[in-house]
């Protein structure tokens, strides 16, 4: 004979019905953190699939006007961040004609401080999870004991070993043993799913800043003939290894 969810609560001691709301707490915590990044990280990933052939052209083209423009417009783009605070400091470079090895350096830097960011941002979230993850076990282990606890006072009160006595103690502390694990299962899933997803999103990130900045490296030393950017934009004067015709 089955035994309804809500005879168990009304059965459950006080105590162990707060730790099931708390596990129910971290549940829901733990779900809207899992919604919220899986919408946040798909966004991200079909924008650099939009973005990241686009500005790879865009490259081969030497139109790096365009290149700027497109990493404005993609403002979900993991990689069109990253790149975009690089693009901007080299930006007003590209009027005058002018860019040198240590622009070059100071963009790289500029690369890697918004990496660094947004690493953070895609990460975020995340310690939730694990924290749920591991702890809700050992939460659910605190009801089971005070379940076991309740039993023997019930049969130390009734004066009785008998399976009454202990039944409603027993399945109390059996119900915070599953609804922990419930709670955890998932969680650690998800944090697992999402750690995976977000070492892809780095790779992306690492690999794209890569090729952007190889492509200056090849465009100031003229590393293949005549410099990249000359083909685009006309020379000023100055020091420093400026890019000239």
Known sequence: ?????????????????????????????????V????????????ETIKFAPEFSQFLEE????????????????????????????IKPLLTDGSITVSDINSVERAVERNML?????????????????????????????????????????????????????ISEA???????????IPAVWAYNYFLTKIDNLIAEMTYVSKEFIDYLIKGVSGEFGRSRFTREFTAGGGGGNPISQ
């Open 1 to 33: 004979m089955g035994v309804s969810l809500t005879e168990m609560w009304h059965q459950m001691g006080a105590f162990v019905k707060g730790i099931a709301i708390t596990m129910a707490i971290m549940s829901i915590y733990s779900l809207t953190i």
């Open 35 to 46: 919604v919220q990044k899986w919408w946040s990280l798909r966004r991200a990933q079909k």
């Open 62 to 89: 030497d139109n790096l006007i365009e290149a700027i423009n497109l990493a404005e417009r993609y403002k979900k783009s993991h990689v069109a961040i990253v790149l975009g605070g690089a693009l901007k400091e």
């Open 117 to 169: 960011i947004e690493v953070t941002h895609l990460k975020r979230g995340l310690a939730v999870l694990a924290t749920v993850g591991s702890t809700t076990p050992f939460v659910g282990l605190l009801g089971t004991t005070i379940g076991i606890v309740n039993s023997f006072s019930a049969m130390g009160a009734s004066g009785s070993a008998g399976l009454g006595a202990i039944s409603a103690g």
């Open 174 to 184: 059996l119900i915070a043993t599953a609804f922990g694990l419930m709670v955890a």
